[in-house]
C-alpha cells in the first residue's frame, strides 16, 4: 500500500463527520442543532449564535475528500456536480510561526475548536482545540494579531431581533475593537494517528529557528482550483522520489530554496535541485509546501521556511 493510500484510509476514518460538513455549499451558514457559538463582544456582552459562517479566516481541506471511486462508463456526468470542497478549517499563525511573511499555518477543523479569547490590547489569541473524545482532551495554541492578515477572521450570523426582523451582523476578531472571546458548540472527535514522526526545522531569522515535530509529512499541491497530497517530491529533470524512501532532507544552500541534500533510507546520499511544479496524473501541479498531523490539526510548512526535515526520530 502506497503512502498516499495509508493517508487515505487513515483519514478516512478520522474525519467520516468532517466529511458531511464538506459536502454543505461553502456560500451557506453553518447550521448548528443543540448548543449555539457564543461569541463576547468588547463590551463585554454575550450573543448566543444558531445560524452563523465564516467569511474571512478559514479554508477548505481539500486534500482531505475521499477518493472518488471509479466512475461506471455508463453514467452520464452531471456538468452541474460540484466537486467536494474538504472540511473547513481555521488559519492560526502561531507564535512559531517564524516571522517571514509566508509563515507556518497550523490549520484546526472547526469541529475541534472548543474557544478563542483576544486580548486586543496586548495583541495575542489563544486557540483551545480539542484532541480526543474525552473533555480534558485539548491543546492551547498561542498566536499574535498584531500583523495585517494574520488570524483575524470575520463571522457573519443572523440574529433575531424580535417586531424588528432578522438581522445579519458580523463579529471580527484579531481587530481593534473586536470581540474577545468565541467559545464554540462541543462535537465529539477522535485523537488523530501519529503516522510517520518527522521534525521540521525552519530556517533562522530574527528569532532564530524552530522546530515542530509533526507525523506523516506529505508534499502538497496545487491543481487547478483544488489542493493534493502526493508521495512524490520532483527534482530536475525528471526524477521523482517517494517521501517514504527519505530519512532526511537538508537545505544545502541559505539562499537557495531549491538545492537539496538528502539522505535515503538505504544510506545514499544525494545533491539534488527541487522542483516546484511537476505533472500529476497527466495535470500541471505546482508544490505549496509540506503538511502533516498535530494534535489539533494539521500544520502546512511553505517551503521557502524549510531547513531541515528529519524522520523517524523517536
Given at each position: 500500500m502506497t503512502m498516499l493510500k495509508k493517508w487515505t484510509v487513515l483519514l478516512g476514518a478520522a474525519f467520516l463527520g468532517l466529511a458531511a460538513l464538506a459536502a454543505g455549499r461553502a456560500d451557506e451558514p453553518a447550521k448548528k442543532d443543540g448548543e449555539p457559538l457564543v461569541v463576547v463582544d468588547n463590551g463585554g456582552k454575550e450573543h448566543k449564535l444558531k445560524t452563523w459562517k465564516f467569511t474571512?479566516?478559514?479554508?477548505r481541506l481539500g486534500w482531505l475528500v475521499p477518493a472518488e471511486k471509479e466512475a461506471d462508463p455508463k453514467d452520464k456526468p452531471d456538468p452541474k456536480a460540484k466537486a467536494p470542497a474538504g472540511p473547513e478549517a481555521l488559519e492560526f499563525r502561531e507564535e512559531k510561526s517564524t516571522n517571514r511573511v509566508q509563515g507556518i499555518l497550523t490549520l484546526v477543523p472547526l469541529e475541534r475548536?472548543?474557544?478563542?479569547e483576544y486580548d486586543n490590547m496586548k495583541e495575542t489569541v489563544q486557540l483551545t482545540a480539542a484532541t480526543g473524545p474525552k473533555a480534558e482532551d485539548t491543546t492551547t495554541l498561542a498566536g499574535l494579531t498584531s500583523f495585517q492578515g494574520i488570524n483575524k477572521l470575520v463571522i457573519e450570523a443572523e440574529v433575531d431581533k424580535g417586531d424588528l426582523g432578522v438581522a445579519e451582523v458580523k463579529f471580527l476578531g484579531g481587530v481593534p475593537k473586536g470581540v474577545t472571546a468565541l467559545k464554540f458548540?462541543?462535537?465529539?472527535?477522535e485523537a488523530l494517528p501519529e503516522g510517520r514522526p518527522a521534525t521540521v526545522t525552519t530556517k533562522p531569522d530574527s528569532k532564530g529557528k524552530t522546530t515542530h515535530k509533526v507525523g506523516?509529512?506529505?508534499?502538497l499541491y496545487r491543481v487547478g482550483g483544488g489542493e493534493t497530497l502526493s508521495p512524490f517530491v520532483f527534482f530536475k529533470k525528471t526524477l521523482k522520489i517517494d517521501v517514504a524512501k527519505i530519512s532526511k532532507i537538508s537545505v544545502s544552500d541559505a539562499g537557495n530554496d531549491s538545492a537539496w541534500a538528502l539522505t535515503l533510507k538505504d544510506g545514499g546520499e544525494e545533491s539534488l535541485t527541487l522542483l516546484t511544479t511537476a505533472m500529476l496524473d497527466g495535470k500541471p501541479a505546482a508544490l505549496e509546501g509540506f503538511v502533516g498531523r498535530v494534535p489539533a490539526g494539521y500544520k502546512l510548512f511553505p517551503v521557502a521556511v524549510i531547513e531541515e526535515v528529519v524522520f523517524d526520530e523517536k
Open positions: 474571512q479566516g478559514t479554508r475548536l472548543r474557544a478563542l458548540p462541543p462535537a465529539k472527535v506523516d509529512l506529505q508534499p
